[in-house]
């Protein structure tokens, strides 16, 4: 994870592969600390999950925006639909059924910009599409909801 851009409520642990949020409603939006090749995994575990919070989960996606050209001031609160609806941003909440400590959601951008993702390696289709994939990708993960915290795995 980027260890300088991010939320205000995220920590970022274990020499930069998880992010851990202590509010996980506001403030918790975190990205990738290099771009993310077209095809390639991104491999997220909930290594912790509140199993009393059932409203909402983990959000993730892509943005062509260096995460160094921002500031942790300009992050707003939440990233669905927040960023979500910003150009150069592509993100969407997983459902909250596929959300479980020790999960683990895979997720990655075709050529074509659509984007698929499997959860505990059972592959779920297609997520998302419309995002460029002529510029850099970095992901972007808001630790959301029932999340708490997440780990870069694989």
């Known amino acids: 994870f980027h260890p300088k851009v991010h ?11 998880v992010a851990r949020s202590n509010d996980s409603f506001n403030n918790s939006v975190c990205f990738s600390s290099v771009p993310i090749k077209v095809e390639e995994m991104i491999n997220l575990k909930i290594i912790d999950h509140d199993i009393h919070n059932k409203y909402e ?44 400590q020790g999960g683990v959601v895979t997720y990655s951008v075709g ?9 505990d390696g059972e592959d779920k289709g297609l997520f998302f599409s419309g995002v460029h994939v002529s510029k850099p990708l970095w992901a972007v993960v808001d630790i959301h909801g029932s999340a708490v915290a997440v780990q870069f795995v694989g």
């Open 111 to 119: 050529e074509s910009g659509d984007v698929t993702f499997a959860v």
């Open 57 to 100: 989960s983990l959000r993730f996606g892509f943005t062509s925006k260096d995460p160094n050209s921002m500031t942790v001031e300009e992050l707003p609160p939440h990233s669905y639909p927040t960023l979500a609806f910003q150009p150069g941003f592509w993100v969407k909440p997983l459902p909250d059924s596929l959300a479980h």
């Open 7 to 17: 939320g205000t409520r995220v920590c970022i642990e274990s020499n930069g592969t």
